[in-house]
């Protein structure tokens, strides 16, 4: 029983060192670490939301989903990302912004579904 105990205080005690680490990263790479966990859970809720919303949906429904959500990665990687010779790069704080407010419009389409009725000319 002490051995479990002590293996679950030693998690907490990583769990509260990792956050701690993200609010004050001391080096480069350790904020791109911290900014892409953040944008990976941004995504997940965005690619559940899209989901959930799409099987709410007739089928001209989810083709015009699929068309603003395919014009949406066109935006967001116009406005987040370039390439410079071989070189990729990613603002992650733009990405993330982007698909939060992304995730917000697909929940807020969802919400509408649920209560009222789904409105494929909002899509």
């Known amino acids: 029983m002490k051995r479990w105990m002590l293996a ?11 956050n701690s680490a993200c609010d004050k990263p001391k080096k480069d ?4 670490y911290c900014l892409n966990k953040v944008y990976q859970e941004a995504d997940n809720e965005l690619n559940s939301t899209y989901g959930k919303l ?4 007739d089928a001209d429904g989810k083709k015009r989903l699929k068309t603003g959500q395919l014009q949406w990665i066109a935006e967001r990687n ?11 790069y990613v ?14 419009f697909l929940q807020d389409r ?14």
């Open 54 to 57: 799409a099987g709410k949906l």
């Open 78 to 88: 116009d406005n987040c990302s370039r390439h410079e010779g071989s070189a990729f």
């Open 110 to 123: 969802l919400r509408e579904c649920v209560s009222a009725g789904c409105q494929n000319s909002k899509l």
């Open 91 to 104: 603002n992650l704080e733009c990405a993330t912004d982007t698909t939060v407010r992304r995730a917000q």
């Open 29 to 32: 790479f350790d904020g791109l």
């Open 8 to 18: 679950v205080l030693m998690c907490a005690a990583g769990a509260a060192q990792a």
